[in-house]
């Protein structure tokens, strides 16, 4: 079974930086994760591919496209 990775991320909000736990298992993802910083909503779309390895995590402002 593949284990969580984790994977820095930019707050498109404030602008800083925090660590995100990514469950791996699952291939296209897409949630909401609130900054750790100044607690707003982010909506993360994430890729795994085959092998479990972090293709993409695309962090944006919640409901912009």
């Known amino acids: 079974?593949?284990?969580?990775e984790t994977e820095f991320i930019s707050c498109p909000y404030c602008?800083?930086?925090f660590e995100i736990v990514i469950d791996v298992s699952v291939q296209e993802q897409s949630y909401i994760e609130d900054c750790y910083v100044c607690c707003r909503p982010i909506s993360l779309s994430v890729v795994v591919?085959?092998?479990g390895e972090i293709v993409s995590v695309d962090?944006?402002?919640r409901g912009v496209p």
């Open 1 to 4: 079974s593949l284990l969580p």
């Open 15 to 17: 602008g800083e930086q």
């Open 49 to 51: 591919d085959d092998l």
């Open 59 to 61: 962090p944006k402002l």
